[in-house]
């Protein structure tokens, strides 16, 4: 059993407080080698994300990846790196922050709101102990990811499980499994498409890109690849489109094994050289602009489109801080916090927890 974590000091006269913690994928603290290399150690030595057995893997991962790409990767980053920092962290932070301001307009005043990375700063645990210390006693938890994985959502709960398996007063826990077809998801989505279509007119062909996962993953009985094509399908019959008029792909292909398909840079290369000129393309499994989105496909994906043959690509944003975004994300938080947010005020809340524990109150 790992060691327990010190508890918050106790204190008759405090009120209880339910907590939303938003979980994203991660990053790099700075796009330089140094600060990669613990980042995709960290990353690459998750077993649900590496599924090779871990004596086989720990030589080619300690042997030959992290003495080679913490360098290539660290000049991506550089190329989308902001004044504010990483752009995942920057996006998770401000969606964090405007979720607790809209569903305090809502009504919900006394939630705690934070977010943690699975990989990376802050971590699960840094910010479950800041919620713990905040007097949270009920904690929601939303993996920021639409569609489930066991190389994402379950990853995500993975740490928080371990985490309370140190807490020794461990609040109540709900969690997310995923939103790939909420409704309040799709319709954000399709806002961001129409307002793309109204200010650029409309490409001959909509590229729906999602992060791609070994194809073993798939025949082993990971929902992913099916939430995508349903997020996708859901999409486009918001949208109006004909199966013609899109498709759905998959990117960030890594290592030699098949993964699932269509892959994104095919798919790219393949309508270029059909003579499709114009297209749209956006990324709907990730809900804030990160690396795989800014440098892997509106950078590399537009080279791609245009060495073929594409005249003209147009990368659509992610939701990012998008209001019908925050206001789909309050809807799916509020869903989930059913019973936990219609407690006594605050004043009733101290005397009876006072009672309870026979001081006076």
Known sequence: MPALLKEPAFRHDYTPKTGILLINLGTPTAPTAKALRPYLKQFLSDSRVIEIPKAIWWF???????NVRPAKSAAKYATIWTPDGSPLLVHTQKQATLLKGLLGE???????????????????????????????????????YPQYAGSSSATALDDVFRT????????????????????????????????????????????????????????????????CLKTGRLLAEELGLSKAEYVVSFQSRFGKAEWIKPYTTEVLSQLARDGV?????????????????????AMEG????????????????????????????????????????????????????????????
């Not at 909509?206 to 025949?219: A, E, I, K, N």
């Not at 869903?335 to 927890?353: F, S, V």
């Open 106 to 144: 809502q009504g919900m005043r006394n939630l705690v709101v934070d977010y943690a990375m699975r990989y990376g700063q802050p971590s699960v645990e840094q910010t479950m102990i800041k919620m713990r210390e905040a007097g949270v006693e009920r904690l929601l938890v939303i993996p920021l």
């Open 302 to 361: 537009k080279e791609d489109f245009l060495t073929h043959g594409g005249k003209e690509y147009r990368y659509i944003a992610c939701l990012n801080e998008r209001p019908a975004w925050i206001t789909a994300l309050a809807e799916i938080a509020a869903a989930n916090l059913g019973g936990w947010i219609t407690t006594p005020d605050d004043a009733e809340m101290r005397q009876l927890r006072a009672r309870s524990c026979g001081a006076k109150s």
């Open 60 to 66: 080619i991962l300690n042997g030959i990846i992290l």
């Open 277 to 297: 000129s114009k297209i749209d393309i956006m990324c709907p499994g990730f809900v804030g602009d990160c690396l795989e989105t800014l440098e892997e496909i």
């Open 164 to 227: 309370l398996q140190k807490m020794r007063n461990m609040p109540e826990v709900r969690t997310v499994r995923h939103f790939h077809d909420h409704p309040a998801y799709i319709q954000a989505l399709a806002d961001s498409v129409r307002e793309h279509w109204r200010l650029n007119g409309r490409a001959e062909k909509l590229v729906m890109s999602f992060h791609g996962v070994p194809r073993f993953t798939l025949d082993k009985g990971d929902p992913y690849h099916c939430e």
